[in-house]
T-cell receptor
């Protein structure tokens, strides 16, 4: 069965520190997709990144970077030089290809607080 | 602007009443979803629809009903059979039917409180 684990419930960092949000997933599919979403206080989820299971290249987008490692079933998210605007709840999600469950499975989220 | 609109933003319901949450999208997406968010539990899928006039139960469909009569609309009814309806409800859509291999777009949510 599919599962997404975000073990860090809450993290607090001081502005300009780097922070890594962990995501570990379980799936029996060989083709799957991983996502990160940001939920600011306004409530809507904002898409950050998508990765398919055949692309293990790490990705960097500005201060954001993602480390996908199939060997450890992890898809971790790092924010470099954190800012107060990064304060939000971050969700990791998984979509499988072959099970017919055509939806996203979410982790429980990590609440990040960046202290000025 | 293209996007997903949920209304109302806040909703209060008396016990025993049914209530319908609205979700409209103008993105021309085939697939639409309803999620429920409770503190510490992440998002859980209630129902999803991959095409007009078709929808499937998610993990926690009991006490809820949906319809998909139009591509752009996917209303969710919280019935009196839902024992613990107080939660934050999020609607989402994605481009195509089938596995979610592209990003989903989310509305701003409806916070339902039973009084």
């Amino acid at each position: 069965a599919q599962k997404v684990t975000q073990a860090q419930t809450e993290i607090s960092v001081v502005e300009k520190e780097d922070v890594t949000l962990d995501c570990v997933y379980e799936t029996r599919d060989t083709t799957y997709y991983l996502f990160w979403y940001k939920q600011p206080p306004s409530g809507e989820l904002v898409f950050l990144i998508r990765r398919n299971s055949f692309d293990e290249q790490n990705e960097i987008s500005g201060r954001y970077s993602w480390n996908f490692q199939k060997s450890t079933s992890s898809f971790n998210f790092t924010i470099t030089a954190s800012q107060v605007v990064d304060s939000a709840v971050y969700f990791c999600a998984l979509s499988e290809s072959l099970t017919g469950a055509n939806n996203l499975f979410f982790g429980t989220g990590t609440r990040l607080t960046v202290i000025p | 602007d293209g996007g997903i609109t949920q209304s109302p933003k806040y909703l209060f319901r008396k016990e025993g009443q049914n209530v319908t949450l609205s979700c409209e999208q103008n993105l021309n997406h085939d697939a639409m979803y309803w999620y429920r968010q409770d503190p510490g539990q992440g998002l859980r899928l209630i129902y999803y629809s991959q095409i007009v006039n078709d929808f499937q139960k998610g993990d926690i469909a009991e006490g809820y009903s949906v319809s998909r009569e139009k591509k752009e609309s996917f209303p969710l009814t919280v019935t009196s059979a839902q024992k613990n309806p107080t939660a934050f409800y999020l609607c989402a859509s994605s481009i195509g039917a089938g596995p979610v291999n592209t990003e989903a777009f989310f509305g701003q949510g409806t916070r339902l409180t039973v009084v």
